[in-house]
C-alpha cells in the first residue's frame, strides 16, 4: 500500500521561498508561465509542453528545474496554500480565530475580510487550488492535518468559549456552526470567481452582510423576543 503523504508546514514554506526567489532567469519564466496555464486551464490541462513553450524554453530545460509536473504545480500551488487558504504567518492567523472581539459579528468581519483580500490578489490560482483540493486526494489528505490544526481546532475553540461566556446560545451546535462559517466564505468565493466573476462585487460589504446574518439569523422575528 501507498504510504499517505504527510505535509509539513516547513513542505509549504521551502516551496513558498522557491517561488519568490528562483534560481534564474528561466526559472523564473517557467515558473510564471506556470502560474498563468495553470490558472487558466487547471492542473489536467496545462501540460509541461505548453508551459515550456509559454516560458520561451524547450521541454527539456523545464524538466531540469522539474523533474516531473508535480514538481513544478508544488511549486506554483503550495505558496498560495500557505499565504491564503492557511496563512504563512501562522500566529497571526491563530490570533484573528481566537481574538477577544466583542461579539460573532465582528469577529468573522475581521476574520474574512482579511483572508478574501489574500485571495484576492490572484484568484485563478485559489480557484485551481480549490478544485485541486477537491479532486486530489493525496493533497487534500495531506492539507487536512494543517488545516485541522490551524483552523478548525481554533476556530471551534473560540466559538466554544463565546458560548461559555453567553455570547453564543448554548443550545447551538459549536462544531456545525463553524461549519456553517467555511460554507459562508467558500460559497462566497466560488460565486465571486467562479459563477459570477463579471459581476460588480464589494467585498468589505458583502462581509458585513454575512456577518450580519450569521450573528443574528435571517428571520423577521424581533430579536428580543
Known amino acids: 500500500m501507498r504510504k499517505k503523504q504527510t505535509l509539513s508546514l ?3 514554506e521551502v516551496e513558498a521561498d522557491k517561488f519568490i ?6 526559472e523564473l519564466a517557467i515558473i510564471r508561465a506556470a502560474t498563468a496555464l495553470l490558472g487558466e486551464r ?3 490541462g496545462a501540460t509541461t509542453a505548453e508551459i515550456a513553450k509559454r516560458a520561451g524554453v524547450t521541454e527539456r530545460t523545464l524538466f531540469r528545474y522539474f523533474p516531473s509536473k508535480k514538481d ?4 506554483v500551488l503550495f505558496p498560495p496554500l500557505l499565504n491564503a487558504a492557511l496563512s504563512r504567518e501562522w500566529g497571526k492567523l491563530e490570533a484573528l480565530l481566537t481574538m477577544n472581539e466583542p461579539d460573532l ?3 468573522y468581519t475581521i476574520f474574512s475580510t482579511q483572508r478574501f483580500a489574500t485571495i484576492g490578489k490572484d484568484p485563478a490560482i485559489a480557484r485551481t487550488l480549490l ?5 486530489n486526494d493525496e493533497l487534500r489528505g495531506a492539507v487536512a492535518g494543517l488545516w485541522r490544526q490551524h483552523i478548525w481546532s481554533p476556530m471551534v475553540d473560540r466559538l466554544r468559549q463565546w458560548q461559555k461566556d453567553g455570547v453564543i446560545r448554548k443550545e447551538v451546535d459549536v462544531e456545525t456552526l463553524a461549519r456553517i462559517i467555511h460554507c459562508l466564505n467558500v460559497g462566497y468565493f466560488l460565486t465571486r470567481y467562479i459563477f459570477a466573476p463579471d459581476s460588480k462585487w464589494d467585498d468589505v460589504a458583502e462581509v458585513e452582510k454575512m456577518a450580519e446574518i450569521l450573528a443574528h439569523g435571517g428571520s423577521s ?3 428580543a423576543s
Open 105 to 107: 459579528k465582528r469577529w
Open 72 to 75: 513544478l504545480v508544488r511549486r
Open 21 to 26: 526567489s528562483p534560481t534564474s532567469e528561466k
Open 131 to 135: 478544485v485541486e483540493l477537491a479532486q
Open 221 to 223: 422575528v424581533d430579536r
Open 10 to 12: 516547513r513542505d509549504l
Open 42 to 44: 487547471g492542473v489536467d
